[in-house]
């Protein structure tokens, strides 16, 4: 039975119902969607490992999913502009969809992110 020692951790559990209620929310209904559902198999699976990093898997998921379904936000260039995004003040802006660089930060509605956040948007991060 495929899962079953993950099934009997409640923390698991948890983290796996979030990666199905999200494909559900994305999906249309009575509509294939081959790739979902197998980056859906992949993510269970990874969570199943022994010793896996269940957050981290699920911030994957929830990547490529936004990804795979037209939603990605621009993570890696300006959402306005194009410009390649450097370790400088950034903003995120959820009206044009992704990273602001400060030239174009200006007269928009933003959340300014901190340095750490900046880290982990970086060209260099996990998951790109």
């Known amino acids: 039975e495929p899962y079953r020692a993950a099934r009997e951790h409640l923390h698991w559990y948890a983290y796996a119902s979030h990666l199905v209620e999200l494909l559900d929310r994305f999906s249309e209904d009575d509509e294939p969607n081959p790739p979902l559902y197998a980056l859906l198999n992949v993510a269970l699976g990874w969570l199943a490992e022994p010793s896996s990093d269940l ?3 699920t911030r994957f998921y929830e990547t490529r999913l936004l990804r795979l379904t037209g939603f990605e936000p621009s993570l890696f260039r300006c959402a306005v502009g194009g410009e390649k995004i450097t370790a400088q003040d950034q ?37 790109r």
Do not use: E, M, T, Y
């Not at 928009?108 to 992110?113: D, E, F, Q, V």
């Open 55 to 57: 957050a981290l898997i």
């Open 91 to 127: 903003f995120f802006s959820v009206g044009d969809g992704g990273l602001v660089c400060p030239d174009h930060a200006r007269g928009r509605s933003l959340i300014p992110l901190s340095k750490s956040q900046r880290v982990r948007a970086s060209p260099n991060s996990r998951l």
